[in-house]
């Protein structure tokens, strides 16, 4: 790793071929869905999702890697509740703490926003990806055994959340 540190800012549009190179690379059968990462995608902001839903990490002026964070409800009583509706980090970029910097950013931005809580949902195999959470104070607080059926395996489906 360079000695330049990791820097998190709020996705621009000019972003979007960075991050869909690590959106189709980054994910596999034990962290994403294969059938949304499959295929011919062109784009990867959403009318449901453009740049402002996500903070972007860069190193020395490439990004390596991303987090979706949005409202979870779209009605006043779930106000300040936010949900991570992805996260990843380019493969060559792995293991030298980008997903920590990414997980602070996302709580300073919820503090920032005034949430009492984020939620994320992660598949109960993906280990590395539980640790990094529960490293930052993330608990879990339901399990929905054989919620999905990926590559012919059933996959637990863990909600974590972290109080603000």
């Known amino acids: 790793m360079s000695d330049h540190r990791v820097t998190v800012r709020r996705a621009v549009a000019d972003d979007e ?21 499959a295929g011919e995608r062109t ?3 959403a009318e449901r999702w ?4 996500f903070l972007v990490a ?8 991303y ?5 979870k409800y779209p009605f006043p009583e779930g106000a300040g509740v936010l949900s991570i509706n992805g996260l990843a980090v380019a493969v060559d970029a792995r293991g030298q703490g980008v997903g920590s910097v990414l997980m ?3 709580a300073a931005e919820g ?3 005034g949430a009492r809580k984020i939620a994320l949902h992660v598949h109960g195999v993906n280990t ?4 990094l959470y529960e490293r930052h104070g993330y608990v879990v607080e339901g399990t929905h055994p054989r919620e999905f059926l990926i590559d012919g395996q059933y996959v637990d489906s863990l909600d974590l959340a972290l109080m603000l």
């Open 50 to 53: 453009g740049p402002d839903a």
């Open 128 to 131: 590395v990806a539980r640790r």
């Open 17 to 37: 071929a960075a991050l869909l190179e690590i959106e189709l690379t980054a994910w596999d059968a034990s962290s994403g869905f294969p059938s949304l990462t």
């Open 111 to 113: 503090r920032r926003r």
């Open 67 to 71: 987090v979706r964070l949005q409202d």
């Open 58 to 65: 860069e190193l020395d002026g490439r990004v390596i890697g």
């Open 104 to 106: 602070e950013a996302v």
């Open 43 to 45: 784009t990867f902001f």
